[in-house]
Structures are given as C-alpha cells and as structure tokens.
C-alpha cells in the first residue's frame, strides 16, 4: 500500500509541473513517513503539509519538489538551508547536491532530524541550531539558498551570503496574509527577482526561543 501511494505521489508531482527528474527520483527515495508523527503516518505520502512539533510543519510534497526543481541543482552545489524542521527537506536535498548546511532554531526539532539523518546514513548534511535569519556567514558564500519560512521582505542578509551565478529560493510576504515563492538570482550586476507560486508557510522568526 506505501509503495502504491507512493508512486500516485509521483504522479501527481509529474502532472503538477515537476519535469526534473533528480528531483522526481530523490521524491521518490527519500521515505517521508520517517519525518512525519505516529499520527499522521496514514497521511504520509499524500500532497498535504503536516504538523510537526513546535507549532512548526512538514512542507507539502509538492512545494518542496516545486522549491527543489527552482534551485536547479547539481552535485558540485554548496546549498544553505534555513529551517530544517522535520529534515524532510533536508534529506532531498542532500541527494542532489554537494553538501547541505541546515539551520534550525528549535534545538528539540534539529535533534529528531540529526537521527533521521543518521539513520538514512546522509553524511553531507552539516547542521546547527541557530537564528536562521542571520544565514551562517563563516560558510558564506552559498551556491544555493532555500527559506523554509515567510521572510516579511526579501532577505537581505541571506542574499549577502549568496555567491555571484548563485540562486535562493524564499517565500516572502507580499501583502496581508499572502505569501510568494521568490526565485532570487545573483548576477555581477546585482540580482533579478521572478515570483514563482502562492505559498502558505510559518513566519521567519528572528532570534532563538528561550529553550533553544
């Protein structure tokens, strides 16, 4: 039965847009009921976002194949992630690129994902617990950046961190209650801004929780 709705996920990621096939495959080979909680686990290959703990969400599959596929990966990028969440993400990435550098604020979420990490045996994940809106300047520059979380604007000091030919994608607010997916490129002469979806994601919060 997995295997079954795993495959119509596919299928439906293909008759949504999704062309790239890495990204297809890397959908398909990373187990997302691993990342989802015990009661939600019959819901773990449908198209649907999912809470996780800390009021935070596991991303909708299509949203992270969409994000993934606008990053145009290869195996030489050096990608920066901010918000690692379940490690969903993560983990997708990780099968498309040279190393991940994942940032988590809430230091009982980045646990959870280290294990999953650990378990899928992922050594190119590099993770931290940190105010992801900061990005992680002593890695800086990044080939690639990905925001798992609404910026209010479009994120300055992450843009700083990318490197010239580099692309981030972000959800950024665009008005009241409306979010877009920003496909952010960085040329020598500045950077160029295409809007790519409507999305719905958790704010980008800056600053640590108090139990961080």
Excluded: H
Aim: charge should be neutral; charged fraction near 25%; hydrophobic fraction near 45%.
């Amino acid at each position: 039965m997995q295997d079954q709705r795993k495959a119509e996920l596919i299928l439906g990621l293909r008759n949504q847009g999704i062309r790239d096939m890495k990204v297809l495959e890397a959908m398909e080979r990373v187990p997302r009921d691993l990342f989802v909680a015990e009661p939600f686990q019959n819901r773990a290959w449908a198209d649907t976002a999912l809470p996780i703990a800390c009021g935070q969400t596991i991303s909708q599959p299509y949203v992270v194949a969409a994000m993934t596929q606008a990053l145009d990966l290869n195996d030489r990028c050096k990608v920066l992630e901010i918000g690692t969440g379940s490690g969903y993400q993560t983990a997708v990435l990780a099968q498309l690129c040279r190393r991940v550098y994942t940032i988590e604020r809430y230091r009982s979420l980045l646990r959870e994902a280290e294990a999953r990490f650990a378990a899928l045996k992922l050594t190119n994940v590099t993770s931290m617990v940190g105010d992801g809106s900061k990005g992680w300047p002593m890695q800086a520059p990044f080939d690639r950046i990905i925001v798992t979380a609404a910026a209010p604007e479009l994120p300055q000091a992450l843009i700083a961190q990318l490197a010239v030919g580099g692309v981030m994608v972000a959800p950024v607010d665009v008005a009241q209650g409306d979010q877009e997916i920003k496909r952010i490129t960085r040329s020598d002469s500045g950077v160029r801004v295409e809007s790519l979806m409507r999305v719905r994601f958790v704010p980008l919060v800056e600053g640590l929780p108090r139990d961080a």
